[in-house]
T-cell receptor, first 107, second 114 residues
């Protein structure tokens, strides 16, 4: 099956810093999504991005489907950005998640 | 409007008992998804419905797990003869359509099997 790898696994940053999270996938996919799970467990869909670039406030994402990777950019990070960021790909009626990047923003 | 709701929010059961978890999606959402997250672990996809139909049930962990959706709305995930390894948070999400729209998650059901 498709492998989804996220890097880095853990990231600690000072408030105000920028960061780039990466998601690599091993085969072609129908779509790709980025999720944020806050420290209380609530999951929020950030981007639905099978290809191209999208921006939402301080967050943006780019997927290069032909090269099988996606990047999530967080600019001017805030403590509320802390949590785990998951990438998930969709293929053959299944959704496969990466193991996530745990982000901790220090005040 | 209301978001995705799940019930119960917490469930403690004894090994061997059956449990039923419920998900109420956002009104009008045709796609509904079930996931599982074990303690400190990542997310595991279980099954999705487009309308009342689940195209692929192979993501369910074992034949003790079953899911159904009626009226294109409420879904139930049933676990028969629960085992301790079934302990996890069971998450439900819905989207307007499968494979093209943003998913909205419920708060989850925390299941503990003693």
């Amino acid at each position: 099956g498709i492998q989804v790898e996220q890097s880095p696994p853990d990231l600690i940053l000072q408030e105000g810093a920028n960061s780039t999270l990466r998601c690599n996938f091993s085969d072609s996919v129908n779509n790709l999504q980025w999720f944020h799970q806050n420290p209380w467990g609530q999951l929020i869909n950030l981007f639905y991005i099978p290809s191209g670039t999208k921006q939402n406030g301080r967050l943006s994402a780019t997927t290069v489907a032909t090269e099988r990777y996606s990047l999530l950019y967080i600019s001017s990070s805030q403590t509320t950005d802390s949590g785990v960021y998951f990438c998930a790909v969709d293929r053959d009626d299944k959704i496969i998640f990466g193991k996530g990047t745990r982000l901790h923003i220090l005040p | 409007g209301a978001g995705v709701s799940q019930s119960p929010s917490n469930k403690v059961t004894e090994k061997g008992k059956d449990v039923e978890l419920r998900c109420d999606p956002i009104s009008g959402h045709t796609a509904l998804y079930w996931y599982r997250q074990s303690l400190g672990q990542g997310l595991e996809f279980l099954i999705y419905f487009q309308g009342n139909s689940a195209p692929d049930k192979s993501g369910l962990p074992s034949d003790r797990f079953s899911a159904e959706r009626t009226g294109g709305s409420v879904s139930t995930l049933t676990i028969q003869r629960t085992q301790q390894e079934d302990s996890a948070v069971y998450l439900c999400a819905s989207s307007l359509n499968y494979d093209r729209d943003k998913q909205y998650f419920g708060p989850g059901t925390r299941l503990l099997v003693l």
